[in-house]
């Protein structure tokens, strides 16, 4: 069972920075926290990590199966190399190489349609 990450942040946001949970945008967000992605993407938005907590969050980070789909077919898209992936995404060549074996079948099926 997966938390629900739009009440966690509703709550966030009400104890800490009320005003922030008024503004459309914000809460268009909440309603649109489907993957990993974009959780960690609205996270970066309202709390601006510093380095330290960069740091510690990465080693931390899981990521479902729809947002490791997505890594991997965009590197295939765009011909990217693992190297430069696991630079952008700050995930190590190691971790996209496992997904690639794991998720082989279902990214093959992705890219013919």
Aim: overall charge positive; glycine content about 0%.
């Amino acid at each position: 069972m997966r938390p629900n990450y739009n009440k966690i942040y509703q709550d966030l946001l009400k104890m800490q920075y009320p005003e922030k949970l008024e503004c459309p945008k914000v809460r268009e967000q909440l309603t649109k926290l489907d993957s990993t992605e974009e959780i960690l993407k609205l996270n970066e938005k309202l709390f601006k990590p510093t380095k330290e907590t960069a740091k510690t969050n990465q080693q931390l980070k899981t990521y479902d199966k729809k947002t490791m789909l997505k890594l991997l077919s965009y590197q295939k898209k765009h011909d990217l190399s693992t190297s430069f992936m696991s630079r952008k995404y700050k995930i190590s060549r190691t971790t996209f190489s496992k997904w690639k074996k794991i998720l082989e079948e279902e990214l093959s099926a992705t890219s013919k349609k």
